[in-house]
């Protein structure tokens, strides 16, 4: 047996392929989509190893064609569920025990699959799948991904190397033992890298993991589940279930083993699952982990001193990348009325550049919004903005499904900053600007944090270090990821953890050690050399 003290190679954020025409990478990458797309799969739930399918089949549909059948998933019942928290169960104790460094090396081993033989496939099945161009899917489920898996094994490194003082005579440890219990993970549509760490991170510090994906995931997240196998995974660590929430949901939350939930998602599921674990509480071995990253209203404000082309190039970037389906895009923007006439300048000019499309054809920068459940809602509210009289469209506003799932990105402008375009989560390709007089900076980043329950990411652009200084103090609560001169997207592993708190989220921070801290229970250890034989005290002689 191996007495050396190991260490995780020190981790590297992953370079961003360009795909530029002529690259290996591209040619690479389009073979593999082509691939694909002929390769007509029937994805089953993988619960202890074994492979689960059923006779309740449901259809991949490709969101930027409907036409593009990718194939079809298993969906389970109830039964399935029970058969994941046993198989979950039997993992556990082989699992948990297993060398540290051996959990590390499997997930390390999983990086370096992404980062090679597999990056064409998770970055096809993410385009495929979810409707990401080319750029968006390779900062997601390969670079992110990669950094997620690195990054972790390097923070459990760091954890366990924390331990306590020791005085004369005595030799005190610390252990971080998984939870008592098993994990259920549930993960959104829009991040592959974040199905993959809501997973990875509490099954890398010992735990055993059931994992729920959302449905318009699925494709990419079967790809996931071969790559850890292949990097060696044993059988029930990580079970995979495709099964109705609330199946799912009243079966787990009222198992005694339940000892975590790792959730990204909307606001409104998050405190319902909260609701449901409080009212079991009396049924559980242990008080379970909640950890949840859900809605946001992020935000843009612009100061006087700002840059026009800076602030035009962000809004651009941090509302309509991934067609704005992500939690930290900017839906409301804030701007000096002295630089507004610059900013819309550019800004009309540039949306009316954007092309939007299939995520085959490179150029376009925009692709479909991911089902048509999402199409009919961010629609609906496109047409009540253009009845609204506080309301006037700037650009874009047109749509179509015929095809895919299609919504062309959308600026409006309001004179009430309280309207419902500024206070609700959309989701979508549409942000609302509210222009503001250059002598009430400080009332409206007062607005700014009064006006949403959210407070996830946000962004102040100035150029004066006074007005920065202001906005972030005056903005201290607003955002769990502030952000300076920059869009509010793209948080880095390892460079800007991500979480927020209010109605965003419990801010554990996923991309840091605070996150892998909540997936172990510590145990203290004091062994005494010299034990005492007499109980009196020197002061009572």
């Known amino acids: 047996m191996s007495n050396a003290f190991f260490e995780v190679p020190v981790p590297i954020n992953e370079p961003i392929k360009d795909y530029i025409d002529g690259s290996q990478e591209k040619k690479e990458l389009l073979d593999t989509i082509s691939s694909m797309k002929k390769n007509i799969v029937d994805i089953p739930m993988i619960i202890g190893g074994e492979e689960i399918r059923t006779r309740n089949k449901i259809n991949i549909q490709c969101p930027h064609n409907h036409h593009l059948n990718l194939g079809t998933f298993s969906e389970g019942d109830s039964t399935h569920v029970n058969m994941a928290i046993d198989a979950a169960s039997k993992a556990k104790q082989e699992w948990s025990s297993m060398p540290w460094q051996s959990r590390a090396s499997i997930f390390l081993k999983a990086a370096e699959l992404i980062a090679g033989p597999y ?17 968006q899917a390779e900062v997601d489920a390969a670079c992110e991904f990669i950094d997620f898996l690195n990054f972790n094994a390097s923070y459990m490194e760091d954890i366990y190397k924390n331990q306590p003082e020791s005085s004369d005579g005595m030799w005190n440890r610390m252990e971080y033992r998984p939870l008592e219990g098993f994990i259920f993970a549930i993960s959104p549509f829009n991040f592959t890298s974040i199905a993959g760490n809501l997973c990875a991170s509490p099954a890398l510090m010992g735990n055993t993991i059931i994992w729920k994906p959302a449905y318009p995931q699925v494709y990419s997240a079967n790809i996931i589940m071969e790559v850890f196998k292949e990097a060696g995974l044993p059988d029930g660590v990580i079970n995979i279930i495709y099964v109705d929430g609330p199946v799912a949901g009243d079966i787990i939350f009222k198992h005694e083993d339940f000892a975590g939930l790792h959730f990204t998602g ?27 990253e859900t809605g946001g209203k992020d935000f843009i404000v612009a100061h006087k001193s700002a840059n026009p082309i800076e602030v035009s190039t962000s809004i651009v970037r941090g509302c309509f990348e991934f067609q704005g389906q992500k939690c930290s895009a900017p839906s409301r923007v804030y701007i000096a009325n002295s630089i507004w006439k610059d900013v819309k300048s550019k800004l009309v000019n540039d949306i009316n550049s954007i092309k939007v499309g299939d995520p085959e054809d490179f150029s376009n920068f925009m692709n479909a919004v991911i089902d048509e459940r999402a199409f009919k809602k961010i629609t609906s509210y496109i047409d009540a903005a253009k009845k609204d009289k506080d309301l006037e469209l700037l650009v874009g506003g047109t749509y179509d499904d015929s095809k895919g799932y299609f919504i062309e990105p959308t600026v409006f402008i309001t004179k009430n900053p309280n309207n419902r375009l500024m206070e609700e989560e959309i989701f979508g390709p549409v942000t609302c600007i509210y222009v503001y007089n250059d002598k009430d900076f400080e009332e409206t980043l007062k607005l700014v944090d009064k006006t949403s329950p959210y407070a996830l990411t946000g962004a102040v652009f100035a150029k004066e270090q006074v007005a920065i200084d202001t906005a972030s103090k005056l903005l201290e609560y607003s955002a769990g990821n502030f952000y300076i001169n920059d869009k509010p997207t793209g948080a880095v592993v390892g460079q800007q953890p991500f979480g927020g708190g209010r109605a965003s989220g419990t801010n554990d921070k996923a991309g840091s050690y605070l996150n892998l801290l909540r997936w172990v229970s510590p145990r203290t250890i004091k062994e005494v050399y010299n034990t005492p034989k007499d109980y009196r005290y020197p002061f009572m002689d």
């Open 266 to 292: 909307s606001t409104a599921v998050f405190k319902n699952l909260w609701k449901e674990i409080g009212n079991n509480i009396n049924k559980y071995k242990s008080y379970p982990r909640v950890v949840g």
């Open 119 to 135: 990056r064409s496939k998770i970055n096809a099945s993410t385009m495929l799948g979810q409707s990401k161009n080319v750029f």
